[in-house]
């Protein structure tokens, strides 16, 4: 197995299912934005879920303002967008989006004979992190807009050459 | 008698939006973030169906499944696996392991009524009419 065999156009793969998935659970319409101008964030809320497998490796980050993060959680939980909802809520709702993104990923990898496994989720808060990949790892960087609001999905990865 | 239906899941949104689901219909909802503590609820209740996510901590869903199908008590217990991950091999993987069915995430809540009404027989609070029967599927 090698990266050629692994071959998956994960940009297209991505950003059709983040749609689907913020259209089935959320009931909300989000759009994949082409300037590939990603936003600036002064409070900042990502979901991560790593996958793992002999030929690949990566993880995936869901990267949103905590004001539209809280948005979100609302949708997902069918209470009014300016409903104070918790950080825990809000956690767990960003983390079962990134799942969901992740899963179909780890999916879409292993039909393609990438056998891979996923970490569950864990959500990093604040504002002034950064998130780097090492100089082998690829990077896709996709970006979305939502009633005017950018917010990003992010994914590492990297194939491992075997014989 | 109230349909008991027991809901594992890591994720607490999952939860509320499989009981936001069935709240409508006459039956008993119990909630387990673990396999382990999932396993705990089954040995005590004895639900008519059990919703089992897969990656979970503590103790992933295909672990508490193995152990249910190895109690005589438990064994016969209808379970639905809901999983994010869609992948051809994922699905023959869980329907080798003895479910009765699977939702693939992202779901529409009609989509987790139906597949729940095909394994037990919801029926509404109110009218506690029937829900209309769709096809019934065989449990593996």
């Known amino acids: 197995m090698n990266a050629q065999t692994c071959s998956l156009d994960i940009r297209h793969y991505l950003g059709a ?10 009931s909300i319409n989000v759009t994949a934005v082409t300037d590939g101008r990603p936003p600036t964030f002064a409070e900042r809320v990502t979901g991560s879920v790593g996958f793992g497998g002999n030929q690949v490796t990566g ?6 303002s905590a004001r539209l993060a809280s948005q979100i959680a609302a949708a997902m939980l069918r209470l009014p967008p300016d409903e104070t909802i918790g950080e825990t809520e809000v956690n767990d709702v960003i ?15 292993c039909d393609k004979g990438c056998d891979c496994a996923v970490s569950t989720p864990a959500i990093i808060r604040g504002t002034s992190f950064v998130i780097e990949s090492l100089p ?5 960087l996709l970006v979305f807009d939502y009633n005017g609001v950018r917010f990003t999905v992010e994914v590492h990865i990297k194939f491992n050459q075997t014989n | 008698m109230p349909i008991k239906i027991l809901s594992v899941d890591d994720s607490r949104t999952i939860r509320l939006i499989v009981g936001r689901s069935l709240r409508p219909y006459d039956c008993v909802l119990w909630e387990a973030a673990n396999g382990e503590e999932g396993l705990a609820v089954a040995v005590r209740e004895k639900p008519d169906l059990i919703l089992l996510d897969v990656t979970m ?40 392991l003895g479910v009765c069915d699977y939702l693939i995430k992202p779901f529409k809540e009609e989509q ?7 394994a037990v027989q919801l029926q509404k609070k109110e009218a506690a009419a029937p829900v209309a029967a769709p096809a019934p599927v065989v449990c593996f």
């Open chain 1, 136 to 140: 082998d790892v690829q990077r896709e």
């Open chain 1, 95 to 109: 983390g079962e989006c990134t799942n969901m993104l992740a899963g179909g990923l780890k999916s879409a990898l």
């Open chain 2, 57 to 96: 901590p503590v103790m992933d869903g295909v672990t508490m499944l193995a152990r249910l199908k190895e109690d005589p008590a438990l064994k016969a217990i209808p379970v639905v696996m809901l999983t994010a991950e869609s992948g051809r091999d994922n699905v023959i993987t869980i329907a080798r």
């Open chain 2, 112 to 118: 987790l009524i139906d597949k729940v009404g095909r």
């Open chain 1, 59 to 64: 993880a995936v980050y869901l990267n949103l």
């Open chain 1, 17 to 26: 299912h983040l749609v689907d998935v913020f259209q089935t659970m959320l």
